[in-house]
């Protein structure tokens, strides 16, 4: 699975962005996609995940209520609708995809393909 991240960009804050992962090869419908972010100086962090097999998708406490993660598997695209944005969101972020289940969505060594990022940029 080859991922390609797009859509970040510079907001205010209150603002809203939609990131998208596009995914190459047949196994994104049977895949578990998640994205994670890195801000300047920190080690990167879970967001949010969601599974192939059910509508139920898992967010940091940080994001909750702001951030919602959505797949399309006839698009073979991942998304992120963020609202709301804060300085804090200020990150690269990166998406993320391993085929089949995934025991611990949160932690990033359980994915095996990452996309190359995509700068979010929130300014106060």
């Known amino acids: 699975v080859q991922l390609q991240a797009s859509g970040g960009g510079l907001v205010q804050t209150g603002g809203s962005l939609r990131l998208s992962c596009a995914a190459s090869g047949r196994t994104f419908r049977r895949s578990t996609m998640a994205w994670f972010r890195q801000a300047p100086g920190k080690e990167r962090e879970f967001v949010a995940a969601?599974?192939?097999?059910?509508?139920?998708?898992w967010e940091a406490d940080s994001v909750k209520g702001r951030f919602s993660i959505s797949r399309d598997n006839d698009k073979s695209t991942l998304y992120l609708d963020m609202i709301g944005l804060k300085p804090e969101d200020t990150a690269v972020y990166f998406c993320a995809a391993r085929e089949g289940l995934v025991a611990g969505l949160r932690l990033e060594r359980n994915y095996d393909f990452w996309g190359q990022g995509t700068q979010v940029t929130v300014s106060s």
């Open positions: 969601i599974k192939f097999n059910e509508d139920r998708t």
